[in-house]
């Protein structure tokens, strides 16, 4: 679904000021319906399997929105909070919005890392507030501008880990774009399925039997 619906290639400026060839959306997925209930789904799974028990997960507005509302729906026990970027100006002034429980042990997740900024921020405006943060969660690392190294730093002795990379879904997205473009032999290559003989690229290499 990301490749299908967030993922497109051609020349962007990113918010770091960098350019790239290829731009990812993660919130045309993450506020799809079904993509949504996957979303929430994929995270929780792998904040279980990781042991951290968090009270709540939040992030930066306004990537991290979507993936804390559908975390906390799916999960019907764990609470969500979302990290102004700057404190209001008004009313209470508070940056932490939603669950507000210092001490708490809490995730912080994000849709796409590039350079870490936002996690970063988000990170840091949770342990200043009174959480306990006990892992640091995205949905595409994009691999560039040592972004993994800004969060891992922000986030120790807490793990980081992405539920994506970059390569990932743009492996996936030139194969959906590849299912309708034609035929073209192979040459010295292998089936990815069997290890037999290659006829077809499409990208996929596939034998005979399996090129369909």
Known sequence: MLAQKSFRLGEVKLSSG???????DCRTT???ARGSQLTGQVFLEEIRARGWNPQAVGG?????DPIVVAVTVTSGDIHGFLVRKAEKQHGTGQRIEGFREKG???????DVCTT???TVQAIEASRDYGFEVVGAMCLVERQEAKGRASVEQAAAPALFVSIFTAADVRQEHMFQNAETAPTVLAVATTCE???QPAVTIAPRNRCAAHKT
């Not at 930066?60 to 991290?64: E, K, P, V």
């Not at 708490?104 to 994000?110: I, K, L, N, S």
């Open 60 to 64: 930066l507005t306004m990537g991290a």
């Open 116 to 118: 870490g900024a936002s």
């Open 104 to 110: 708490a042990r809490v995730v912080v997740v994000d």
């Open 30 to 32: 993450t506020l799809d």
């Open 18 to 24: 960098a350019t790239s060839d290829y731009y990812i």
């Open 193 to 195: 399925l069997c290890g």
